[in-house]
Each structure stands twice: as C-alpha cells, then as structure tokens.
T-cell receptor
Framework: ETGVTQSPTHLIKTRGQQVTLRCSSQ?????VSWYQQALGQGPQFIFQ???????GRGNFPPRFSGLQFPNYSSELNVNALELDDSALYLC??????????FGPGTRLTVT | AQSVTQPDIHITVSEGASLELRCNYS??????LFWYVQSPGQGLQLLLK??????LVQGIKGFEAEFKRSQSSFNLRKPSVHWSDAAEYFC?????????????FGAGTQVVVTP
C-alpha cells in the first residue's frame, strides 16, 4: 500500500510568481486536506477536497486554490506569491471520519 | 472559535524519565482531539485520538493521553522516554460539526532527549 506522496520536495520561487504543488492520496482515500506550516508553528488548515469538490476552507485568501482529480490526487495552486508564503505545505488524505495520513510535505521558499 | 494551546515550546527530558506534554483547548462542546508527532523532514504521524468514551486513550509508541473535560485539557504522557522520542509534538482539535480533517493545531512542543 503506497502512502501519501507529495511533489516536489523543495522549490524556490520569486515573489509574484505562481506555484503548483501536488499530492497523491493513499489508495482508497477520497479526501485530501492541505495545510501550511510556517517555521516554528503548527500546521494551519488551508482547504479540503472531498470527491473533487472543495469541502471546507480555512482563513486563506482566494489566491490559494486547489483541485482534486478523479483518482483523488490533488493540487494546491498559489498565485502572486508573497514572502510570507514560505512554508512547509502538507497534504493529508483520509476517508471521511477516519485517520488522516500526512505526506512528507513540500518546502516552498519565496525570495 | 476553537483554539489549541500548547504552553511548553520546548522540553528537555532524560532518557528513561517520564514525559508529559500539555494541551489545552477552547471549544463549545467536546471536540475530537489528537496528538501528532513530527520528526525532522517528515510529515505528521498520528499518535492517538479521542472521540468519545473512555477518557484515557492509549496510542502507539507507548504514549497515552487523558481527556479532562473540566480542565479542557488533553495531556500526552509517556512513562519512560527513549532517545527516538526526540521530535516535535502537536496537539490538534477537530470540531464534530466541521468538515472532517479541518483540524486546528497547536504551535507544538519540541522534545529533546538527553542521555
């Protein structure tokens, strides 16, 4: 059974650019949640996708958007990058009501 | 609005000694409660969870946690710490009325284990 995978592992972007992060959910899981973890802080919920629909959103601006595909993998897109977007981005997959499994994260640095 | 507080940013403990990590939450009803561990460069691993029922919850790696409604706390304990327990620990809450997975995390407690 393959766990949650994320790509890329690291990337560096310039302020104002756009970025796409990818997450492959664990087999059998239909829900993907995205979190932002700034240095020295706990993860903050960005949004969740359930069966290809957004199913809950945290306090993040609209320039944070996402997609979920029929195979339940997901993308997180961030437009107009700001320095404060530098963080570890975690994705977690689950079936509704059951344990979330987290991926290793993507470290985004915005310069 | 729900919130989670982990009062201790950093704890140093000797190998073999006991460990207790504190977690306090603010929520109108009993939330779902979780403890996660994060090792450097890795994602989060669930140690244990509380939904309802017995207030003493057993988890993996010898950890346990006790839910105390009167104190709005969910403290994590381990009787004897191993060097491999050095990591960052996060308490999280989820509202039963919210979408599953919309968890609020505390700021974390860094645990250092000395020989």
């Amino acid at each position: 059974e393959t766990g949650v995978t994320q790509s890329p592992t690291h990337l560096i972007k310039t302020r104002g650019q756009q970025v796409t992060l990818r997450c492959s959910s664990q087999s059998g899981h239909n829900t993907v949640s995205w979190y932002q973890q700034a240095l020295g802080q706990g993860p903050q919920f960005i949004f969740q996708y359930y069966r290809e629909e957004e199913n809950g959103r945290g306090n993040f601006p609209p320039r944070f958007s996402g997609l979920q595909f029929p195979n339940y993998s997901s993308e997180l897109n961030v437009n107009a990058l700001e320095l404060d977007d530098s963080a570890l981005y975690l994705c977690a997959s689950s079936s509704q009501g059951y344990e979330q499994y987290f991926g290793p994260g993507t470290r985004l640095t915005v310069t | 609005a729900q919130s989670v507080t982990q009062p201790d940013i950093h704890i140093t403990v000797s190998e073999g000694a006991s460990l207790e990590l504190r977690c306090n939450y603010s929520y109108g009803a009993t939330p779902y409660l979780f403890w996660y561990v994060q090792s450097p460069g890795q994602g989060l691993q669930l140690l244990l969870k509380y939904f309802s029922g017995d207030t003493l919850v057993q988890g993996i790696k010898g950890f346990e946690a006790e839910f105390k409604r009167s104190q709005s706390s969910f403290n994590l304990r381990k009787p004897s710490v191993h060097w491999s327990d050095a990591a960052e620990y996060f308490c999280a809450v989820g509202a039963p009325t919210d979408s599953w997975g919309k968890f609020q995390f505390g700021a974390g407690t860094q645990v250092v284990v000395t020989p």
